[in-house]
């Protein structure tokens, strides 16, 4: 089984540019595709990932020159000096889980394999999954699923875990995939635990914290002319894009209300578009489905 299909592959090269001899940076370098794809064009990637799979899997089937970091985006800025590089010709963010990390069920991320409740992208951290549904309060549970899942039953779900657990805490992801489906009534529209499980992915890695300070460090890095692209797979991450690349492409940013600009904020950013994925592309990687790719130009 491939680690990862990558997802808008051509679109991405395209946007970024490619050129020989030039240094772009993979932000999410999961199974590499992207970064396959820019060393093939001639180009050096500096690549960084929280998991050590990914770092482990990449150096041993990708040849080039790769410079690996095990790391956080948001950390971005720091690492990549730290690198020793000082500017970037292009970047490209991949967000959310590779396939890999979907489909091993040890790393207890989907509702369709049994595994521990863990869902850690970078498994040298301490909280887990396991630690949201046995250790949160009703309510926390319930926000959660309601503001990283946009579950319309997120308190019939909240409740029914927390009874669940006052026998024994839950510890697997059958378990847990069993009680969300038993709480809530048939809807259309996939598996009863499918939002849940995104919302506790979502809480257990902070993914929606660092996404904005990510995007205006790398930006920061990047020469005049260099392009970077984000691909998101919901509309909550692709809020956070739209909205950061909108305020890095506007003028002035003072609130609305405001007679007249008191922020002297210039645009460094011109938007070159918003692509999704081809018919052909969905329909033979279906995970392609929810991918949206924004990107934007360093004026
Ligand atoms: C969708 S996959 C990337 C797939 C890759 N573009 C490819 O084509 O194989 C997302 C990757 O980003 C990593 N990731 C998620 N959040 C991260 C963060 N905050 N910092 C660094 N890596 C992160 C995940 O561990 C995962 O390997």
Avoid: W
Avoid at 1 to 12: A, I, K, N, R
Avoid at 110 to 138: C, K, P
Wanted: charged share 25%; proline share 3%; net charge neutral.
């Amino acid at each position: 089984m491939s680690y990862h299909v990558p997802v808008m592959l051509d679109e991405v090269i395209d946007a970024l540019r490619v050129q020989r001899g030039k240094t772009y940076l993979d932000a999410t370098l999961g199974g590499g595709g992207h970064t396959g794809a820019i060393i093939e064009k001639g180009g050096s990637v500096v690549a960084i990932d929280r998991d050590d799979d990914a770092i482990g899997y990449c150096k041993s089937h990708i040849v080039g020159d790769v410079t690996y970091i095990k790391g956080q985006y948001e950390n971005a800025v720091e690492l990549v000096v730290g690198a020793g590089v000082k500017s970037l010709d292009g970047a490209i963010m991949d967000l959310g889980v590779s396939s890999h990390q979907l489909d091993d069920a040890e790393r207890g991320f989907s509702y369709m394999r049994d595994g521990a409740l863990d869902m850690r992208m970078d498994r040298t951290q301490e909280f887990t999954a396991y630690d949201v549904i046995n250790g949160y309060s009703e309510s926390e549970i319930a926000d959660v699923l309601y503001r990283y899942g946009e579950e319309s039953f997120s308190r019939r779900i909240a409740s029914a875990v927390v009874k669940a657990r006052q026998s024994s805490p839950i510890k697997t992801t059958s378990e847990l995939a069993q009680i969300i489906a038993a709480s809530v009534p048939y809807r259309k529209g996939g598996h009863p635990a499918k939002k849940s499980f995104q919302a506790i992915r979502i809480e257990v890695n902070g993914e929606l914290k660092g996404i904005e300070s990510a995007i205006n460090g790398i930006f920061g890095m990047i020469e005049r002319g260099g392009r970077l692209a984000v691909i998101t797979f919901h509309s909550l991450e692709d809020r956070i894009v739209k909205t950061a690349f909108g305020a890095l492409a506007t003028d002035c940013i003072c609130p609305k209300s405001f007679p007249v600009c008191v922020c002297g904020h210039r645009a460094t950013a011109k938007p070159v578009g918003r692509f999704r994925p081809t018919a052909q592309e969905t329909n033979v990687n279906p995970r392609a489905k929810s991918a949206t790719l924004r990107v934007i130009e360093k004026l």
